[in-house]
């Protein structure tokens, strides 16, 4: 990035994300392994140090003035560091559950688009669509195992409301439900963490609402 004011919360998380994953399926070569693990400790530094202060909830673009905090793409965030820096996750993930609020409708987000400078000097448009749900779900997932009791149960009630409402057990009746698949695998994700029982009954209802 030429101009580090648009170094993004989002496209850092996902890179970690994918280093790790080839690095934990032993998908890179030797040579790179060390480049590797020094770019995902670079990189986790870099997102827990860039949030919001006092919040686990991140910019799209933490040094640029007019950068959007995202509910989606703190989700991401704090998934990211959960898989890559555990350690430095816990007092984020406490952050997060004491912050939960309000759960989203399934298709809710924004679009937004910036213009971002390249090497050789021309913008580029960099547009996108980010829906809080799904990530949101992730993220109170990673996140619940941290809480204290009173955290745990207001996550637990968060994930209840998130999961039972009509517009996720509905939302194949809506016509623009492209973001169907991505609500999938995080209810998917609730599950296969272990949810408690009353939210994994709910994110079985989701998931196997008609289609």
């Known amino acids: 990035m030429p101009d580090e004011r648009y170094a993004s919360a989002y496209a850092t998380a996902w890179a970690l994300l994918a280093l790790e994953h080839q690095r934990s399926r032993d998908l890179l070569p030797a040579t790179l392994s060390d480049r590797v693990a ?32 995202s509910r989606s793409i703190s989700g991401v965030a704090l998934h990211a560091l959960h898989r890559v820096a555990p350690k430095a996750a816990v007092p984020l993930e406490k952050q997060w559950l004491d912050a939960l609020s309000a759960a989203p409708a399934a298709a809710d987000g924004y679009a937004d688009y910036y213009w971002i400078p390249t090497r050789n000097g021309g913008p580029t448009l960099e547009s996108y669509m980010h829906v809080d749900l799904p990530w949101m779900l992730i993220a109170t997932a990673d996140a619940y195992s941290q809480g204290g009791r009173m955290q745990r149960a207001r996550a637990l009630t968060w994930l209840e409301h998130a ?20 609500l999938l695998i995080s209810i998917n994700y609730v599950l296969d963490r272990g949810a408690p029982d009353e939210a994994a009954q709910s994110a079985s209802a989701a998931a196997t609402s008609p289609q």
């Open 163 to 182: 999961l039972d409402q009509p517009s996720v057990l509905q939302e194949s009746s809506r016509l623009e439900n492209w973001w169907r698949a991505e």
């Open 38 to 69: 020094a770019a995902i400790v670079r990189g986790s530094d870099w997102l827990a140090a860039n949030h919001e202060p006092g919040v686990a909830l991140w910019k799209n673009y933490p040094y640029l003035p007019n950068g959007t905090v």
